[in-house]
């Protein structure tokens, strides 16, 4: 075999890439198709996605990613946004502007401590034989075969056997493309280093395409990835310090060695087995890819009480579901829970109304938002809320995981960014969605109730903008499911109509039963509930009702109240003018059954069912 040199000035360089308008839409039939052959691990991986995002860590820890996209069908291979170049080098070549890769063409690509070789539209048998632990060396100005080794012996083997390092060009066993052994030679020595940094998880899991692929969906960033992809986290705390974290959070990096138990040893050589999401680095909760997980998205106004619903939601379901089904409810998440956890706990262990008091969600640095890495820039993304239902008399509890979101009511006023502002992006991945209207804010039920209560929330100046809410998530969840104008979503909405405490003259909710009967969730029952709620909202605000039942296929009406009386005006102190609940009197009521109906949908088989 007569070895081709990988010389950056063969044909095969590169050329700069154009400035073609991006293609992200799914793969046409005859678009371009990407393979990328890891050199050291074997792995072959293909995809016809575009754009995908491929990193890994150099030899001093700091990521580094490349990206690769489609304009006008053809690939183009660039730095990803948001990183900067740490020797990545094409054919040999710094990599410095995009460069666009001709179909056909056999590339080399050397970045952070990988060693791939990449083709665009290979044959469908490419590489045909390839052995990657045992690597041939050649002389590239006579063709000389130089010697054999494992790649990791290659630094060793030149030195002991004289190998001409600026004309010796190493090639995995039964490829005709490799590399020049000054470039790849510190690679070598470093991963042939028992402590040297974490070898990259090798490309047999998948590369990260587009953060729209992969079985695993981050519940802080909402972008896949598969198993493979996922950090570990380091466990020495010498290790403190991560390239794009920061110096107070520990190494996230790919494991190159485990110990007798399978767990994953960090550079230090102890256990890491938490494990980070690809994307944004975010720890995952204890478990994450052994859960099935179900978003349930939390939608409405500003100030209409979703932080009082998801603190008393969480309290009751612990409570009801093993009472009704004997499924456990319980934190599956201690950490990532601690500020919804310190929410309810001020709620229910409070004495006076001013304990009780909760703050409102804000859309920047609220405490149910945290700042994150997505695509390359910063956002506030608000804070997954993850609760396990455990094993119980139902038979389909084990492995369920609900994620709750508090979002502010900001996020889908009109105006707000989706870009800069992604934080209501989870409501396009939800198993069911809570929309939580509040009465007191709205004026037909404001005149409706005038003389028969005497709520202090029906005297607050609210200005009811729910309408527009729906209105605009509609549009938005749409959108990023591709859906028409006139499609809806395949999603249930449970409507809740909120304080139902303080309307109870226009409908008494207290009359209305538990769709749970002898340990049996009935549907029946949410259905006649429903038809009740509806026909009085109907008569009050018929035009929410035609929005919400244009938005979904499948709406149900609630009636609810997460405190059961009318809350508490402060006068004085940290919360003079907030209105709280009297912690003698709370006495939720109706919370469950929405939950308990979309639990249903999302898991048909989790509860018993008449």
Not at 129 to 151: C, H, K, M, R, V
């Amino acid at each position: 075999m007569t070895p081709q040199t990988p010389n950056p000035r063969s044909p095969e360089h590169p050329q700069p890439a154009d400035s073609h308008r991006d293609t992200d839409a799914k793969r046409a039939p005859g678009a371009p198709v990407l393979t990328l052959v890891d050199c050291l691990s074997g792995a072959v991986s293909t995809s016809g996605r575009f754009p995908q995002l491929l990193n890994a860590s150099d030899l001093h820890g700091r990521v580094v990613a490349i990206e690769f996209r489609c304009m006008r069908d053809v690939v183009v291979l660039s730095i990803a946004a948001g990183f900067v170049s740490s020797t990545i080098l094409v054919n040999g070549t710094p990599l410095v502007a995009a460069v666009s890769l001709p179909p056909g063409d056999v590339f080399t690509l050397q970045f952070g401590t990988r060693l791939l070789l990449l083709q665009v539209n290979a044959p469908e048998d490419w590489p045909r034989s390839f052995d990657p632990t045992l690597w041939n060396a050649y002389d590239i100005e006579s063709g000389e075969l130089l010697g054999q080794a494992a790649p990791y012996e290659i630094p060793a083997a030149a030195a002991s056997q004289g190998w001409p390092a600026a004309t010796c060009a190493i090639y995995p066993g039964g490829l005709d493309s490799g590399f020049l052994l000054a470039d790849v030679a510190e690679t070598l020595s470093a991963r042939a280093t028992p402590h040297a940094d974490p070898a990259p998880r090798a490309l047999s899991a998948g590369i990260l395409e587009n953060a729209e692929t992969g079985k695993y969906l981050c519940p802080a960033c909402w972008l896949r990835f598969d198993a493979g992809d996922a950090f570990n986290i380091a466990t020495h705390e010498s290790l403190r310090g991560d390239p794009v974290l920061g110096d107070n959070a520990m190494l996230r990096f790919y494991p190159a060695r485990f110990n007798d138990s399978g767990q994953a040893l960090d550079p230090k050589g102890l256990p890491s087995t938490d494990l980070a999401c690809p994307h944004c680095r975010r720890q995952l909760p204890p478990g994450y890819l052994d859960l099935s997980l179900r978003i349930f998205s939390l939608i409405g106004a500003p100030s209409a009480g979703k932080s009082y619903f998801l603190a008393v939601l969480t309290r009751v379901l612990a409570e009801r579901l093993y009472q009704d089904f004997g499924i456990v409810f319980k934190d599956g998440d201690p950490s990532g829970n601690t500020v919804l956890n310190q929410m309810r706990t001020r709620l229910f262990s409070g004495s006076t109304p001013e304990e009780c008091a909760l703050g409102k969600t804000a859309m920047e640095g609220g405490a149910t938002y945290e700042l994150l890495l997505r695509h390359g820039r910063v956002v506030a993304m608000p804070r997954p809320f993850i609760y396990t239902l455990g094993d119980g008399a139902a038979p389909g509890a084990g492995g369920t995981a609900m994620i709750f979101y508090d979002n502010a009511g900001e996020h889908f006023e009109p105006g707000h960014d989706m870009v800069d502002k992604p934080g209501a992006l989870h409501v396009a991945h939800s198993s069911g969605i809570f929309f939580l209207f509040d009465p007191t804010s709205n004026l037909a039920f404001r005149r409706a109730l005038l003389g028969h209560a005497s709520d202090p929330q029906l005297s607050q100046n609210n200005q009811d903008q729910q309408d527009g809410i729906l209105a605009e998530m509609e549009v938005r969840v749409k959108k990023m499911l591709a859906l028409g104008p006139r499609e809806k979503l395949p999603v249930p909405v449970a409507f809740l109509v909120g304080k139902c405490d303080v309307w109870q003259g226009l409908l008494d909710a207290r009359t209305l039963p538990r769709p749970v009967r002898d340990g049996v969730f009935d549907p029946a029952i949410v259905d006649q509930n429903s038809a009740q709620v509806r026909a009085m909202f109907a008569r009050l605000c018929p035009g929410l009702v035609a929005q919400a039942e244009s938005l979904s296929e499948d709406v149900r009406y609630f009636a609810i109240s997460s405190l059961g009386h009318s809350p508490f005006p402060i006068s004085s102190g940290e919360c003079a003018g907030m209105l709280a609940p009297d912690p003698r009197k709370l006495a939720p009521i109706g919370i469950e059954a929405p939950a308990y109906w979309l639990l249903h949908k999302a898991v048909p088989a989790l509860l018993p069912t008449a």
